[in-house]
């Protein structure tokens, strides 16, 4: 009975965003804020939905932040695309679990992306071409905070508000606001199911001069299973992004409006110390490391492009 319930509540919140779709949404805003964080779940190929989770639970699911114990900090930065980008990200989880409580955890998070290399140009009357003014920067930048319960001590449930600004550079630039939910539940002792739905409100983003756009939904259900064995820990993720953009040829699959990426991932562990990680990233080969000594994890995080330069994607953490 607790199975189907699970289902219908996962089933209710995959609906809302199909039903919550604006005429007026724009292709690939929410793109900036897609890339992912943190070493562990890069490294596993972005299946993360579903775990292994750390501080980053905040960004990816927000049910996982119940999974946690303590106060717990997490800290990425990276060069993304060799150095392209600057991709900060950093994360406070404290999870309560003496609490009698619906909310068990609460959390925070800050992300950005960004650079520099606008070039401003304006117009030489006499040479008749355009001559290069100034050089201005751009960024990204989100900041949200997120709930985390249980209905009826079965299903992990949470909740994201998120705060945008975008600064697209020169004189332009945009304030939004959006939310996230998410949802776990063990159908096995051994294998939890996971959903996420970014941007659930199909997030609102307006611009200097009146233009404004939205960000679409993304639903987003995983699955992880692991196994121990003597003194190793397997562990295996699937997730999938459902997009409704419509943008076809951009994803591994589609049909109409809607569009499928995949994300899978594996993790082996040796006494929940020292890690080994490999996955697949929308079809992109990912790797990575990890460890985990005296409260103090370090995770590294190697993400494949065949026509941009790779990634190496840094995070620490500490609980206390």
Do not use: C
């Not at 994201?160 to 159908?187: F, M, N, S």
């Not at 199911?193 to 199909?202: E, F, K, R, W």
């Not at 809607?258 to 929940?272: I, K, M, N, P, Q």
């Amino acid at each position: 009975m607790i199975y189907y319930k699970a289902m219908r509540y996962l089933l209710i919140i995959l609906l809302i965003p199909i039903l919550a779709i604006p005429g007026w949404t724009a292709k690939y805003a929410g793109e900036p804020f897609s890339l992912g964080v943190g070493g562990r779940p890069l490294a596993m190929g972005g299946a993360a939905i579903a775990g292994p989770f750390d501080a980053s639970a905040v960004y990816w699911n927000p049910a996982g932040m119940n999974y946690l114990t303590g106060h717990n900090l997490l800290a990425m930065h990276a060069e993304t695309f060799g150095s392209l980008l600057n991709h900060d990200f950093i994360a406070y989880v404290r999870n309560r679990r003496d609490t009698a409580e619906f909310i068990q955890a609460y959390g925070f998070y800050f992300y950005y992306l960004g650079g520099g290399g606008i070039k401003l140009t304006g117009w030489d009357p006499i040479r008749q071409r355009p001559y290069v003014v100034a050089e201005a920067s751009h960024g990204d930048y989100l900041l949200a905070g997120a709930i985390s319960g249980k209905i009826k001590d079965k299903i992990d449930v949470g909740v994201t508000a998120k705060i945008i600004y975008r600064d697209v550079g020169g004189a332009v630039d945009g304030w939004g606001l959006t939310a996230d939910v998410g949802a776990l539940y063990d159908i096995l002792p051994k294998v939890r199911l996971g959903l996420a739905v970014t941007d659930i409100t199909s997030g609102y983003i307006r611009y200097t001069g009146g233009y404004s756009e939205s960000i679409l939904p993304t639903v987003r259900p995983s699955l992880l299973a692991h196994h121990v064995i003597d003194q190793f820990t397997v562990r295996l993720a699937m997730a999938g992004d459902i997009k409704f953009e419509g943008i076809r040829a951009a994803a591994q699959f589609w049909s109409g409006e809607v569009s499928l990426d995949t994300h899978f991932g594996a993790e082996v562990s040796y006494r929940e110390k020292v890690f080994g990680r490999a996955g697949f990233d929308i079809g992109k080969f990912t790797a990575g490391v990890g460890m985990d000594i005296r409260r103090i994890t370090l995770d590294l995080a190697y993400l494949h492009h065949s026509q941009l330069d790779e990634t190496f994607r840094v995070s620490a953490g500490y609980r206390f």
